[in-house]
């Protein structure tokens, strides 16, 4: 037991005694999902930016383009770090999910936070009130971009260079038909020339989107702070 007592306050020259105990410490559960998701969005308009400086020129900056390719880099690894905590609070906290996995007989162990991030949305989308088995491209593809990104090793690109999806990683297959535009593509190749504000901008809306079938599932609506971001990315809309 904590006791707490402040004697002969004063205020506006009165004084009073004010007295109390506290049996325990209050907490609250916190998530950073918040954050990442306004770094990722703020990532993308400032990339926005950057490719417009570059595209207003008229001729190839490497400076400025690395301010491209870094805006699009934080989008990207930003936008998987917001669904990666985003579902780990959800599996932790929501308690829609547990009534839902109590009412299937599904046990989630301490090691489910240990699981890929797939597997934890697999989980969640699988066991919602309105079960989805959605195997989205667009996410699954982020999430093999960061990867990609994150993992990358030092390769030979060719100049020119090759714009053959056979001679190219498996992630460029998957970015292909989302027809990212950068105004030097074909002098960067891949994958500099697909970082760009298309493939920020991408990134943010799939996760959002992805979350937006999550909450679906639970009949729940998404917190303000997403639809605000939506909201303001739309204001931003393309090149």
């Known amino acids: 037991m904590n006791d707490i007592a402040i004697d002969n306050t004063k205020h506006d020259g009165a004084s009073f005694t004010l007295g109390f105990s506290c049996s325990a410490t209050p907490s609250v ?3 950073l ?5 306004i770094a990722a969005s703020s990532a993308t308009i400032e990339c926005k930016k950057h490719q417009r400086l570059l595209s207003d020129k008229g001729r190839f900056d490497e400076t400025i383009n690395e301010k491209i390719v870094c805006s699009t880099i934080n989008s990207i690894i930003l936008s998987q770090a917001f669904l990666e905590s985003y579902i780990n ?3 932790d906290s929501n308690k829609k999910f547990h009534s ?4 299937r007989n599904i046990t989630i162990g301490n090691n489910v936070f240990d699981q890929p991030i797939e597997s934890k949305y697999k989980l969640a989308l699988r066991t919602g009130e309105k079960c989805s088995t959605d195997e989205s491209d667009n996410f699954k593809s982020l999430i093999s971009l960061r990867n990609y990104l994150v993992h990358y090793k030092s390769e030979f690109i ?3 260079p090759i714009h053959n999806a056979n001679e190219n990683p498996k992630i460029y297959k998957q970015l292909l038909n989302k027809k990212f535009y950068h105004p030097y593509q074909d002098l960067l ?4 020339g697909y970082l760009c504000f ?3 901008m991408w990134a943010v809306k799939t996760a959002i989107n992805k979350i937006r079938e999550l909450c679906s599932c639970y009949n729940i609506q998404p917190e303000d702070y997403i639809t605000e971001i939506e909201r303001e990315l739309e ?4 090149t």
């Open 29 to 31: 559960k916190t998530s």
């Open 33 to 37: 999902s918040r954050y990442f998701l």
């Open 89 to 91: 609070s959800f599996i």
């Open 100 to 103: 839902a996995t109590k009412e």
């Open 158 to 160: 060719p100049h020119p």
């Open 189 to 192: 190749g891949f994958p500099k």
């Open 198 to 200: 298309d493939s920020a």
């Open 235 to 238: 204001t931003h809309g393309t």
